[in-house]
């Protein structure tokens, strides 16, 4: 072999290895996946940030929307409901995405509903072919009024008389009345009008359609036993009795009479089951502050006249002409989904002490008699010798008493899903008290949003809250 091939040899042989070593050389195949890769996630990445910025824009979107209808539904809005919404997106600078406002009015509902679409650029998606994507809303609100069962019992105790609370509470009260009770809800709602202070005068509209041991006819209340807190029912089976006429809870300075542990003026009596504004408002505007505060016993019949049981005695009320014949068939049975019962409880104080005179001195017509010429204080300070005094008397019920019977009575609305609304006006709330005012309505209410600690005029707007409760604004699409 020449030299001359003997140098090419070599060289030819390293050439030959570096080209296998180049065939089976990755890196630059590598580098082109990479560069591949680092391509799809800036295109996915784009086209999410498009999708991106399209929910930002529905959501924009579909917050007016919400908004706009919400208003426009609004049984106390006065403007043309089409207009409001047409404002609301006038306001926010989309007018141009609204396409569609219906609106429909019924007796006790309205109904408005919105379409709205908004075109969106796409700069990483028209690659693709889609130069824009539409951003939609749609948004349905409705304000309807179903068949209401209303109780609203209202506090005329003797703290009712201190400062402006009794003016207060009228006026609230009144507010309620005209904000649930409106042209749009006629024969659909109904009150029943409970006022109560050391007991709930019935009135003989209702007593008389009762099994009672009927003992005079100077007031209308009615004793019921322990056992009856423990169920919303009226037990219409089991005989009651009259409770007592008569006034004791004052210093016996004076026969001051007008206070009785049963209120005895008419307007003091349970309204049933009325639609009147008027006579609501007008039996409001007489309630004048007396006697003690059993919160217990106007709770039991606010409960009982929601209850299946008391529909006999309101269907005789209604074929007597004393109650609308639209409310024959009340209170209805508790699986009625058409119909809202609720219970608006409203006290300035406490459950109280509460005496009862002694059977033996309150069991013929003329003690019935003699109790209602006498206060029982001023009568024994006058004409009982003092270590007899306390033979006349006993005590029926306490505060302790009166809440334990209160806690029963608002249970066993709640379990028949009674709603139970709880004023607490000017009320003790007292955090080392689990027995003040305010705790014991606060556990009475069904929620604890569904009570309310109030001052002065903050009255009225607790019972404004719950009109627009009852009324049911809410979106429903």
């Given at each position: 072999m020449s030299p001359a091939l003997l140098t090419i040899k070599p060289l030819q042989d390293a050439i030959v290895a570096q080209t296998r070593?180049?065939?089976?050389?990755?890196?630059?195949?590598?580098?082109?996946?990479?560069?591949?890769?680092?391509?799809m996630m800036i295109?996915?990445?784009?086209?999410?940030?498009?999708?991106m910025r399209h929910e930002l824009e529905r959501s924009k979107l579909q917050a007016v929307s919400d908004r706009a209808v919400l208003a426009a539904s609004d049984l106390d809005q006065t403007l043309d409901p089409e207009g409001v919404v047409r404002d609301y997106f006038a306001k926010s600078g989309m007018t141009d995405y609204l396409s569609n406002v219906t609106v429909e009015d019924g007796l006790n509902f309205r109904t408005v509903t919105v379409d709205a679409v908004k075109p969106l650029d796409t700069p990483y998606l028209r690659k693709f072919g889609y130069d824009t994507l539409d951003v939609p809303a749609h948004s349905k609100a409705e304000e309807r009024v179903a068949n209401v069962e209303i109780s609203l019992v209202l506090d005329i105790s003797g703290s009712m008389a201190q400062g402006s609370r009794i003016s207060d509470m009228r006026d609230a009260a009144n507010v309620f009345v005209d904000t649930v009770l409106r042209d749009e809800n006629?024969?659909?709602?109904?009150?029943?009008?409970?006022?109560?202070?050391?007991?709930?005068?019935?009135?003989?509209?209702?007593?008389?359609?009762?099994k009672m041991y009927t003992k005079h006819n100077h007031s209308h209340c009615v004793e019921f036993e322990d056992d009856e807190f423990e169920s919303a029912a009226l037990d219409t089976n089991r005989w009651h009795d009259q409770a007592q006429h008569f006034q004791w809870n004052y210093d016996g300075r004076n026969n001051d009479r007008s206070e009785t542990v049963?209120?005895?003026?008419?307007?003091?009596?349970?309204?049933?089951?009325?639609?009147?504004?008027?006579?609501?408002?007008?039996?409001?505007?007489?309630?004048?502050?007396?006697?003690?505060?059993?919160?217990?016993i106007g709770m039991k019949w606010a409960a009982a006249m929601l209850d299946p049981s008391f529909r006999d005695i309101n269907n005789s009320l209604v074929s007597a002409g004393e109650v609308d014949t639209q409310f024959r068939?009340?209170?209805?049975?508790?699986?009625d989904t058409e119909t809202l019962k609720t219970v608006i409880l409203m006290t300035d104080g406490e459950n109280a002490t509460s005496n009862r005179?002694?059977?033996?001195?309150?069991?013929?017509?003329?003690?019935?008699?003699?109790w209602d010429l006498y206060n029982l204080n001023w009568y024994l300070s006058r004409y009982v010798n003092y270590r007899d005094r306390s033979d006349f008397y006993w005590r029926k019920y306490d505060r302790s008493i009166g809440n334990s019977l209160l806690s029963d009575i608002c249970s066993a609305a709640k379990a028949k899903h009674i709603v139970i609304w709880t004023i607490g006006f000017e009320v003790d709330d007292d955090p080392n008290d689990k027995d003040d005012g305010a705790d014991v309505m606060r556990n009475c209410a069904s929620s604890p949003s569904h009570f309310f600690d109030v001052d002065g005029i903050e009255l009225s707007e607790a019972f404004r809250a719950i009109a627009r409760q009852i009324n049911q604004l809410r979106l429903i699409e």
């Open positions: 070593r180049f065939a089976r050389e990755e890196d630059g195949i590598m580098t082109i996946w990479v560069l591949f890769v680092v391509l295109m996915v990445g784009g086209i999410q940030l498009d999708f006629e024969d659909l709602i109904s009150i029943s009008l409970i006022p109560y202070s050391e007991h709930v005068n019935a009135g003989p509209l209702i007593t008389s359609r009762m049963c209120p005895r003026f008419s307007y003091e009596r349970i309204k049933p089951f009325s639609q009147n504004r008027e006579q609501l408002k007008g039996q409001i505007d007489d309630l004048t502050p007396r006697a003690g505060t059993s919160i217990f068939g009340r209170p209805v049975n508790y699986d005179i002694t059977n033996r001195y309150y069991n013929s017509d003329s003690e019935y008699v003699h």
